[in-house]
Every structure is written in C-alpha cells, then in structure tokens.
C-alpha cells in the first residue's frame, strides 16, 4: 500500500492462514486516533477470521517501529473528554490483542516508543533486531505510561517497568528488553528476524486453533478487568495532557521538530 499522511492500517491472511496486520503513519508510525481505532477493530477482525490462524503485527518502512502517541493529535485535545478519547484507543488496542483468540506476533524493526512499548508488550510473541531500543517516554511530557503500563508491567515486571517509565529520557536497548521479558527473541537483522518470524508463524499455523485459544486464554488469565483498569487510566491521562507542563512539553517538542 502506497504511504500517505494520514497513515494506513491493511490486512491480508495467505494460504497457510498467516494474517498479517499492518500499521504506518509518516511521523516515524506515531499513533493518531484514527490509526488505533483501526487498528484495534483490525486485530478483532482477523481474530474473527475462520482463515487467520496466527496474526503478525508489523509496521510500515525499516526505520522506527513506532514512535507512540501523535503529538500533532495531542497538541489539539482541550478537554477532558476529547482526551479520553484519544487515550482509549491505545485501551482499545491493548483489549483487542487480550481477547484475540489467536497468538499475536510482534515485529518490531526499530525503535519502539511510549504507545509503541506497549503494543510489543501486549503482543503474545515479541521479535526484534538488535537496534529496536525502548523508551517510555511519558513523563518527561507531562503525562506517563498509564494506559500501556499495564502491559508493559505484564510483560517485564513492576521493577523493570518502575525503571523504564521513571527515566523517562533515556533508552533501553534490546538486549535490556530481552533480559526483561519484553522481546522474546532479538536478531542481527531484518532478515533474520522475519526468517524466525515465519518459522514460528508456520509451526503456529499448523497447530490446534482450539488449543491455541485455550493456551492463550491461560497466559492471559487474570486481565479480566483491564476493559475497565485501561479505560480509568486513559482517563488519567487525559486529564494530565491539559496541565501546563504536558501543554508547554509537547508545543517545545513540536518547535524542534
């Protein structure tokens, strides 16, 4: 699919049920609201499909994997509701992979910020090259990694989170995010990493859909509530991205951008 500003979200599932989802947007695949609600309502589509037996969440280019939150659609929310909004769909996202009833694949190709974190930690199965760094960067705009901490928290541990979201400046590379939990397997290259992508996704493709489902439904065992924890916590941030410091952060990033 040809690349346009206001980004894109396709899908397509081959013939040995390999659903591949996804998502690109100019600004280093930042996330506008528009994106993650098609993203969202993507994944339980393909979740929905009788022919997707396994999906693979990938992003666009060979540069960053996603760089979090749309500053240009964060710039514009003035109210509380309107930033409820725009925070639930990284909710909405995070859902729709939880209830998937298929094993969702990570590709992560490059660095993953904020929002981009926490779509590689709620993915079942995470894949990245060695320069796929991590940042939460929330805090450092006034806001912090309510909605996706969660997830990320799941996946690497209160500790390892506590750290990441706290140093909000500085990166963590992917071998970091390897010994934390959050990526499963780190390769030297794109190539690599999509060879092993496909050989897990084949094996995956190949084996029961019912006991995948189950097996999911294990390790996804005790998020029964996160439809209302991440809805409360995206309200939380849309409440803080209207305080001065978020408002005068985001208008000095903007500047230098």
């Not at 206001?6 to 690109?24: K, L, M, R």
């Not at 994106?35 to 396994?54: F, H, Q, S």
């Not at 060979?62 to 509701?81: R, W």
Request: hydrophobic content about 50%; charged content about 20%; proline content about 2%.
């Amino acid at each position: 699919m040809i690349e346009n500003k206001e980004g894109y979200v396709s899908a397509q599932v081959d013939e040995q049920g390999i659903a591949v989802v996804e998502f690109q947007h100019p600004m280093s695949n930042s996330l506008p609201g528009a994106i993650l609600r098609k993203l969202a309502a993507t994944i339980t589509e393909m979740g929905n499909d009788e022919a997707a037996k396994v999906i693979i969440l990938r992003s666009a280019g060979e540069k960053a994997f996603c760089a979090g939150a749309s500053f240009d659609e964060l710039i514009t929310i003035d109210n509380k509701e309107d930033g409820l909004q725009f925070f639930s769909g990284f909710a909405m996202v995070i859902n729709a992979i939880r209830k998937c009833p298929k094993f969702v694949i990570a590709r992560v190709q490059g660095k993953a910020v904020g929002g981009g974190v926490g779509l590689a930690s709620a993915a079942d199965y995470t894949f990245a090259v060695e320069s796929a760094a991590v940042k939460l960067s929330e805090l450092a705009v006034g806001i912090g990694p309510f909605v996706v901490g969660p997830a990320v928290e799941r996946k690497i541990g209160l500790s390892a989170f506590a750290e990441l979201s706290i140093d909000a400046a500085s990166w963590r590379d992917a071998q970091w995010a390897q010994q934390k939990g959050l990526y499963a397997s780190v390769h030297a290259d794109a190539a690599a990493m999509d060879e092993a992508i496909m050989t897990l996704a084949k094996t995956l493709a190949k084996s029961s859909p019912e006991a995948m489902k189950d097996l999911k439904a294990v390790i996804w065992e005790g998020t029964e509530h996160w439809d209302t924890l991440l809805t409360d916590r995206a309200a939380i941030s849309g409440r803080l991205i209207l305080g001065e410091f978020a408002v005068n952060a985001i208008s000095a990033f903007k500047a230098k951008a």
